[in-house]
């Protein structure tokens, strides 16, 4: 069992960064591509960033590329999403996810059966 904890959201006018972190508990983190995805209000979930369990290769959606960093860190089960040049349209939840021997890349998908675990997500707001 892996339990998500994701952290970093809050207030913050556009043009600036913020950086997002997702804990997991439990064991084989490395074993994990993680993903991050986001979720405005009235829209639906949407894939932003993933990272690979092996070699860490990284997958980011045509919205944020450019703009956002994807990483982690196995030895503190975490992963990252640096984001910069916030935009107003950057506002929603953004919610971490797990599946275990995966890319981490959604690119293109609608639907998400694979993900084996999600955190409960965090609220980044951006002001214009």
């Known amino acids: 069992q892996v339990q998500l904890v994701e952290s970093g959201g809050g207030l913050v006018p556009a043009g600036d960064s913020l950086r997002l972190s997702c804990t997991a508990s439990?064991?084989?983190?490395?074993?994990?591509?993680m993903s991050w995805f986001r979720q405005a209000p009235g829209k639906e979930r949407e894939f932003v960033a993933g990272?690979?369990?092996?070699?860490?290769?990284?997958s980011y959606a045509d919205s944020v590329k450019g703009r956002c960093a994807i990483s982690r860190d196995n030895a503190k089960t975490t992963v990252y999403l640096h984001m910069t040049s916030l935009k107003s349209e950057d506002t929603a939840v953004y919610y971490c996810?797990?599946?275990?021997?995966?890319?981490?890349?959604?690119?293109?998908?609608?639907?998400?059966?694979?993900?084996?675990?999600w955190g409960k997500g965090t609220l980044v707001t951006v002001s214009s």
């Open positions: 996810a797990a599946t275990q021997y995966h890319t981490g890349n959604y690119y293109g998908r609608k639907t998400f059966d694979g993900i084996e675990y």
């Open positions: 439990g064991r084989f983190f490395s074993t994990y591509g």
């Open positions: 990272i690979s369990w092996m070699g860490g290769g990284t």
